[in-house]
């Protein structure tokens, strides 16, 4: 069923129960976010896609649009607040954008650009946190992570579907981990998959790095913005 929604004072069509942040984009109108997959279930941490819903802060990738809804996207304070989201991921982690591999493929980083940050407003956290480096074919550079949880949703085993990573603590203490024997039976295509579904530069491909020329990296080709309103980025 057809329906209307009005987005930063602008009606839309939009199909009843579509999710929120794929609706914008199908219209023109860019919401960041670092979690959403497209197609697959919204996530909602790392809390990027957040816009004013009828009044209401929500995560774009986790609702879905219904007849009426208000949105404001573009609103101020709402770009400032996601502004500042993003500035606490670069805080939050140990961000050494010239010397990373995902550097030109980063979505992070990509966004960082996208939103006019030049540095975080908040102190850097430094974090001391160990590099894993047991599996075979995936190395964790776990200063990266920012948590968003889509390896942990999305990559699991071929077979019988068992996680592969997984957060342990919480706050301050998180950690990214990985079944190593599990990680050990990955086709070579699904670790690929799994270092290209990392927002970061979190999960590496041991024996590739740096196998893109500068400037012939995804994200200097075309930005994060253009890609998600061409609907062939997450
Ligand atoms: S993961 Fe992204 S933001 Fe972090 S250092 Fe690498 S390129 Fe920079
Ligand atoms: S390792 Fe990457 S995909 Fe997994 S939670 Fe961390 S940032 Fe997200």
Known sequence: MSIDISI??????????????DVAA?????????????????????????????????????????????????????AEMRKMLVELLFSEG????????????????SLGYELGMMVSRFPYRFPVRTREHAAKQIWLERDRCIFCQRCVKF???????????SIDHRGSRASIEIDVSLADKMPPEQVREAAH????????EKGVGYNKPIGQRRFEIKSIRERALE????
């Open 8 to 21: 930063d004072g602008q009606v839309y069509k939009a199909r009843d129960g579509a999710t929120l942040v």
């Open 26 to 78: 199908e219209n023109g109108v860019y919401i960041p976010s670092l979690c959403y997959v497209r197609g697959k279930p919204g996530l909602g941490t790392c809390r990027t896609c957040s816009v004013r819903v009828n009044g209401k802060v929500m995560t774009a990738c986790t609702v879905p649009v219904a007849d009426g809804m208000d949105v404001e996207v573009s609103e101020p304070g709402m």
């Open 94 to 109: 140990n961000h050494n954008c010239p010397s990373c591999e995902k550097s030109g493929r980063c979505e992070l980083q």
């Open 155 to 165: 990559v699991r085993n071929l077979e019988t579907g068992q996680k592969i990573f």
């Open 197 to 204: 579904l990392c927002p970061v530069g979190c999960i590496v």
């Open 231 to 234: 609907r062939k980025c997450r």
